[in-house]
């Protein structure tokens, strides 16, 4: 079935480091991707999300492309700061199928 | 922000209780959703609604209920809970589920449920 996989965390970076995380996918068929955060103690957010092969979405610093080839979603980021500690969930959905299939989220902490 | 309610936010019960939650929205979205957060699953689907009276299951949707009587609420219930129903809920709404604009989920604040 669809699945996603993201790289496992806590990730731990000093602030103004270069941020990625890793998002690769399987489906059947051409998903919709996406990119959650969620803040401590609150609900997730979208970020960026892209809807067909090679599409970039950009948020508040951060991008991720949606690579076809290489079934991949990578999240991006130049240069970090200390607020963007929070935990990162990619996710896919299908256009035959209304759920978002999530990955189990990678944590990322900024040191200031 | 969209407007999202989850009450309680926080509920400790012991096992075999009834518990409901309850999810509120402002934004007169047709669908709504419930899910929880357990580490290392990241959200799993366990009911969803796709208009008044309309729902159906999600993943993981043994041991919960749902209710939709008006658009603005959804109501989750677990009708005895058990200690695996420990966990954060959330409740999303979107729009629509298109591949276009508007299928965006917006999420809740959460409820941490405690069963013991």
């Known amino acids: 079935g669809d699945s996603v996989t993201q790289m496992e965390g806590p990730v731990t970076l000093s602030e103004e480091a270069f941020l990625t995380i890793n998002c690769t996918y399987t489906?059947?068929?051409?998903?919709?991707l996406f990119w959650y955060v969620q803040y401590p103690g609150e609900g997730l957010q979208l970020l960026l999300k892209?809807?067909?092969a090679d599409d970039k979405g950009s948020n508040k610093g951060f991008e991720a492309t949606y690579r076809k080839e290489t079934t991949s979603f990578h999240l991006e980021k130049g240069s970090v700061q200390v607020s963007d500690s929070a935990v990162y969930f990619c996710?896919?959905?299908?256009?035959?199928?209304?759920?978002?299939?999530w990955g189990a989220g990678t944590k990322l902490i900024i040191k200031p | 922000d969209a407007g999202i309610t989850q009450s309680p936010r926080h509920k400790v019960t012991e096992t075999g209780t009834p518990v409901t939650l309850r999810c509120h929205q402002t934004?007169?979205?047709?669908?709504m959703y419930w899910y929880r957060q357990d580490p290392g699953h990241g959200l799993r689907l366990i009911h969803y609604s796709y208009g008044v009276k309309d729902t159906d299951k999600g993943e993981v949707s043994d041991g919960y209920s749902v209710s939709r009587s008006k658009t603005e609420d959804f109501l989750l219930t677990l009708e005895s809970a058990t200690s695996s129903q420990t966990s954060v809920y959330f409740c999303?709404?979107?729009?629509?589920?298109?591949?276009?604009?508007?299928?965006?989920?917006?999420f809740g604040p959460g409820t941490r449920l405690t069963v013991l």
């Open positions: 996710a896919l959905r299908m256009d035959s199928n209304y759920q978002l299939i």
């Open positions: 892209a809807t067909k």
């Open positions: 489906a059947t068929g051409y998903p919709s």
């Open positions: 934004e007169n979205h047709r669908y």
């Open positions: 999303a709404i979107s729009e629509s589920q298109d591949r276009g604009d508007g299928n965006e989920q917006f």
